[in-house]
């Protein structure tokens, strides 16, 4: 029996490093074969143009500039510019490059593969922790965030270190991966509130604790220093500037708007519910209505729904819930990087409940199943009338490459910048994008002579539509490879009076 015993163990704990070695090697390669990327999709603003802003003026102040003061770098206003600053640091010490940005998401890398690694040892029995590690971590939108060094790698880091934190009692740990959770953007700011509240409900459900006012004081100690210095941020700004979400000036007053009407309404949910589960992640939803379903049968389900499943359970319905909120009260666009947290703790509830149904052997080969579905996730695509999640997928990669090669034809056949305009992701100056020491200025004017016209850019459909009409536009080229294309449009109705050759200027 001893025998069999450390037999099995071998084999597990051979397993598990496996399943460590096949994340690392995945990771690796990610960072590797990003180092030299461009920033890509928000990560131009909350990265490289905010670190800009404070590189360039010494750190002289803590607030960005607002949206009136005609500056060609604003705060979001309801992100404190933590990653700005950091990078902007870096960038001090070993100068400004992209691969600053992603050897430094690769130190929190690290950071979140060991605390994932640990949180799961804790939460789930030891023969399948290891194997449900890349079920997590090989995630299509995990993966898309390391790729393009994203701040929400240090959200999601930082939540899960909070997370186990409170579970393991290890106040000071929890202490720092707040203020990293809290200041790193608005959505960490909103989820610190939403580990404080999980941290009284999991002392009352899983400890059995009393909640008084000494619970509530105790349990606020560790998260008082990140409140105060995010208040801080957040009081500062509203003085300076006015509050955050109606400043007509803001480019980004669209996103904080009411859908109008029913209609608009059901299509942020349908949109919702497609980030959820789209790239593979639907396998884990079945698989939790299959283990409640199982569970239930067996009579088991009342057990299983306590305890620290039914703490995990509340804050993953509260995160539910502020998501769901803004769905149906604003028309931001919604992306599963926001929600990273939400998977981490659905697979968590899901493997914890199975053992309750299924041997740990079918537990194991079930996981097997569900990282194949991780790793395909990032070949899901849609017509180009649906918007796609571009920065939660490796199927964006060939953008880099087509974006150099279609700035380069433009360059190199004389093109007027001036006269070009293009799409989200090629737009405004590419000196944030690329940290090429130029100026290079594409509008967003759609009524401009050029446009460049890309799928990554998820233009609204009358205007994918009206790049069909050949009485309004021509293509001069188009540049694809995978899933990704690049075109560049001539206006038709664009009044020049300069002639052009295949849409050269004449010099």
């Known amino acids: 029996m001893v025998k069999e015993s450390i037999t099995s163990f071998r084999t597990n704990l051979k397993a598990g490093h496996l399943f460590l070695l096949l994340v690392l090697l995945i990771y690796s390669l990610v960072i590797i074969f990003s ?35 005609n500056s060609e770098i604003v705060g979001s206003g309801c992100h404190p510019p933590l990653m700005g600053i950091m ?13 600053v940005s992603h050897l430094f998401i690769a130190f929190w890398v690290v950071i979140l593969v060991y605390n994932t690694g640990k949180l799961l040892k804790f939460v789930l029995p030891e023969e399948i922790a290891g194997y449900i590690l890349p079920v997590i971590l090989l995630d299509s939108t995990i993966l898309a965030q390391i790729f393009i060094a994203s701040p929400d790698i240090i959200l999601l ?10 579970i393991e009692k290890r106040r000071w740990l929890l202490a720092a991966a707040i203020l990293f959770l809290v200041l790193i953007n608005g959505r960490g700011a909103m989820t610190g509130g939403i580990v404080f509240i999980f941290y009284i409900i999991h002392q009352k459900i899983y400890e059995n604790k009393k ?5 509530i004081y105790e349990s606020l100690l560790p998260f008082l220093p990140a409140f105060i210095l995010v208040g801080f941020y957040y009081i ?19 996103g904080w708007q009411r859908p109008e009407g029913l209609l608009h309404i059901l299509k942020n949910l349908a949109a919702f519910c497609l980030r959820l589960g789209e790239n593979g992640r639907f396998f884990i939803y079945l698989l939790g209505l299959f283990a409640l379903a199982g569970l239930y049968k067996r009579e088991k389900l009342k057990a299983a729904l306590n305890g620290l499943n039914l703490s995990l359970a509340w804050i993953f319905f509260f995160l539910f819930v502020f998501f769901f909120y803004f769905v149906v009260s604003t028309t931001s666009a919604m992306t599963p990087r926001y929600y990273m947290g939400m998977f981490v703790i659905i697979n968590i509830l899901v493997f914890r409940m199975l053992p309750g149904i299924l041997s740990l052997r079918n537990i194991k080969i079930i996981s097997i199943a569900a990282i194949a579905f991780s790793i395909t996730g990032n070949l899901w695509t849609y017509p180009d009338n649906i918007s796609k999640a571009w920065d939660a997928t490796l199927g964006h ?27 989200f992701c090629f737009n405004r100056n590419q ?28 233009l609204e459909d009358v205007l994918i539509t009206e790049f069909t009409d050949p009485e309004k536009w021509s293509e001069i080229r188009t540049f694809r490879k995978g899933f990704v294309f690049v075109s560049i449009y001539k206006n038709r109705l664009f009044d020049d ?11």
């Open 35 to 69: 180092i030299d990327k461009c920033y890509f999709w928000d990560n131009v603003q909350f990265t490289s143009k905010e670190a800009h802003w404070y590189f360039n003026n010494n750190f002289s102040s803590f607030l960005l500039p607002g949206f009136s003061e």
């Open 87 to 99: 990078t902007a640091f870096l960038w001090k010490i070993f100068g400004k490059h992209l691969w």
């Open 157 to 166: 880091a930082s939540f899960i270190i909070s997370v186990r934190a409170v």
């Open 211 to 215: 909640i008084t006012t000494r619970i």
């Open 236 to 254: 500062s700004y509203i003085i300076s500037y006015g509050w955050i979400f109606n400043d007509p000036d803001s480019p980004w007053i669209s």
């Open 397 to 423: 990669l060939p953008y880099y490459e087509l974006r150099a090669e279609c700035l380069d034809y433009l360059e190199k056949n004389d093109y007027d910048f001036t006269k070009v305009s293009g799409g």
């Open 431 to 458: 000196r944030y994008t690329d940290l090429k020491d130029r100026d290079l200025i594409i509008s967003d004017r759609i009524d401009n002579k050029y446009f460049i016209y890309s799928n990554i850019s998820n």
């Open 497 to 507: 009076p300069e002639q052009d050759v295949y849409g050269m200027r004449v010099k």
